[in-house]
């Protein structure tokens, strides 16, 4: 029992009344006495109790009705309905209508333990809810303290990848510029310039998104083959075409994807077709569960092939970013132009 708990009984026996006030009194309650359910509703009205007992028969508001309005105030206290009846249905009325105990009454009072121990088990009950409301509470407070903490960290990375975006679309903005007056440096420049697109596309993909752990790499690749295609200004790229299954992957693994397709169609936009454009296709499909396969190829007349002891910067790039994928690369003979297929896991 709390200490110091506040006690209000209701019950129109004066006599019974002074037994209840002396006994909870010793016990070490505060006692108030009401005469009828209209003064006990004034009471707890007017003043805080943590627990009521309330007598069945009582003149004018009944003991059921008093117990209906009680239960209709803001957080109402515990009830324990006393009755001398020994009918089962009102017991049973009472605690349907929000009573937490009932005790019967005899003529002898010696119902007064019983009344104790109802009262301290509603006490406990009452305490018990309080407790376990405060820690749902607590509960919800932590969770939105910790979505609200996840939202800032998703929106600090948005705006991190959003400035991270730009200066790379400003670097390709300079490097564009220098493409078009430094003619002997221009095979470099526009293989850096594709290189510094699909690190920048990836950074757009990322704060355009609500998902910074993940980019579609079917939209990624797309945009991707837009700016490729865009940039190229000569229309070299008319005949580039895209095919993809939806994919989602990392954003480290989708930018080794993307820096390996751009470096693909550099090479194929360099040698598949000495003289003129041609198509060329990139695919990527899932083929089972979990492997995707990404495949560049043209119809050209295929690309040269450096010396082992010194293979091109682009082979080196293409090389490095397939081991970031845990994949090889292979390089299909019976296709007619240049056919590079690269198998990957979409787990890490």
Do not use: W
Not at 20 to 33: D, N, T
Not at 56 to 80: F, K, R
């Amino acid at each position: 029992m709390m200490a110091q708990a506040r006690l209000l009984y209701i019950d129109d026996d004066p006599a019974l009344a002074r037994l209840v006030r002396k006994r909870f009194e010793r016990a070490g309650y505060l006692v108030e006495i009401a005469a009828s359910g209209e003064e006990g509703l004034a009471f707890l009205r007017t003043a805080a109790f943590d627990v009521v007992a309330l007598d069945h028969y009582m003149p004018g508001c009944g003991g059921l009705e008093t117990l209906a309005a009680i239960q209709a105030e803001p957080a109402p206290p515990p009830v324990v309905y006393v009755t001398g009846s020994e009918e089962g249905r009102i017991a049973i009325a009472a605690l349907k209508a929000g009573a937490a105990d009932y005790v019967i009454k005899d003529i002898g009072y010696e119902f007064l333990p019983l009344l104790q121990a109802a009262i301290e088990g509603a006490l406990a009950g009452a305490r018990l809810r309080r407790e376990k409301e405060a820690a749902e509470a607590e509960v919800r407070a932590a969770r939105d303290r910790f979505e609200a903490l996840a939202a800032e960290r998703a929106m600090l990375l948005r705006e991190v990848n959003h400035r991270v975006g730009n200066s790379l679309q400003l670097v390709c903005s300079f490097l564009h510029m220098q493409l078009s007056s430094n003619i002997d440096a221009q095979a470099a420049l526009t293989a850096a310039h594709g290189r510094v697109l699909a690190v920048a596309q990836i950074h757009k993909r990322l704060y355009t998104s609500d998902d910074v752990r993940s980019v579609s790499l079917d939209q990624y690749l797309e945009a991707l083959v837009t700016d490729i295609s865009a940039s190229s200004g000569d229309g070299a790229c008319r005949h580039l075409s895209l095919a993809t299954d939806p994919v989602t992957l990392d954003p480290d693994r989708a930018v080794a994807v993307g820096v390996i397709v751009t470096e693909l169609i550099i090479n194929a936009l360099k040698y598949a077709y000495p003289g003129g454009g041609g198509p060329i296709r990139v695919s990527l499909r899932k083929i089972s569960e979990g492997i995707v396969r990404l495949c560049v190829e043209d119809d050209g007349v295929g690309s040269p092939q450096p010396a082992p002891s010194s293979p091109g910067i682009g082979r080196l790039i293409i090389d490095a970013m397939a081991d970031k994928l845990a994949a090889s690369v292979v390089q299909g003979a019976e296709h007619r132009g240049t056919r590079v297929i690269l198998d990957f896991s979409l787990e890490p």
